[in-house]
């Protein structure tokens, strides 16, 4: 059964404050250690680290959704071209982060797991090779390409007459700020998730006003 324009626009907005609420629980479930010794092993082996990753996970697969929505609202408009770039990048982005976040979720894991059996704090070394490699590059090139997405969105929403022109500024902000944010500790990570979350939860409630003006 076809979804009515209302219905789809819905889909988005849900997806947009589902993500908010992940991206904000991801960083304050995840346990954070050393990551070097036993105590790092008890933290990657928890059912906390496999839940909060699995959470981060679905916040970025949903974020496509969202900007597909974000893209129908503009349909027409001098800014559709920029938000249709921004979805197609922002999913391509995000296939590219996937395989990274299911390394970090499951290896890792695994490794922990061993590193307990064994009682040995020498196997937490390979987690570095976990984090490393083609994997890295992936991730890297996929939050960039989300970071030039959310630029686009926002870019489009500016050059349209059809939604608040600052309402995807502060996504901008906090794709700007995803790479930097892992080089801290666990507050300000929860303080970035929240921002994601604000920005996130602006673009759904942007996209449930003009649901009736959607095309």
């Known amino acids: 059964m076809a979804l ?30 050393d990551e070097k010794s036993l105590q790092g092993a008890e933290a990657f ?6 839940l909060s990753h699995i959470f981060g996970m679905i916040a970025f697969m949903l974020l496509p ?13 001098t800014g559709a071209t920029f938000s249709y770039w921004g979805f197609v990048l922002s999913a391509i982005g995000v296939g590219l982060i996937l395989p ?31 984090r490393s490699g083609a994997g890295l590059v992936m991730f890297v090139i996929g939050l960039l390409l989300l970071l030039i997405a959310s630029i686009l969105l926002a870019i489009g929403i500016w050059k349209s ?8 500024f502060l996504f901008v902000l906090g794709m700007c700020l995803y790479l930097p944010q892992f080089f801290f500790d666990q507050p300000l990570r929860v303080a970035h998730g929240a921002l994601v979350a604000i920005s996130c939860i602006w673009l759904a409630v942007v996209l449930w006003s003009n649901r009736n003006n959607a095309p």
Do not use: N
């Open 4 to 33: 009515t324009t209302a219905a789809r626009t819905h889909v988005s907005a849900l997806s947009f404050f589902i993500a908010a609420i992940l991206f904000v629980t991801y960083p304050a479930l995840r346990p954070f250690s």
């Open 45 to 50: 082996a928890s059912q906390e680290w496999v």
């Open 65 to 77: 959704l969202g900007l597909f929505g974000i893209h129908r609202a503009l349909e027409g408009s």
């Open 100 to 130: 990274y976040y299911g390394g970090e979720t499951f290896g890792l894991y695994a490794i922990g797991q061993e590193a307990l059996t064994q009682q040995s704090a020498d196997l937490m070394s390979q987690a570095v090779v976990v």
């Open 161 to 168: 007459s059809k939604l608040p022109k600052m309402s995807g």
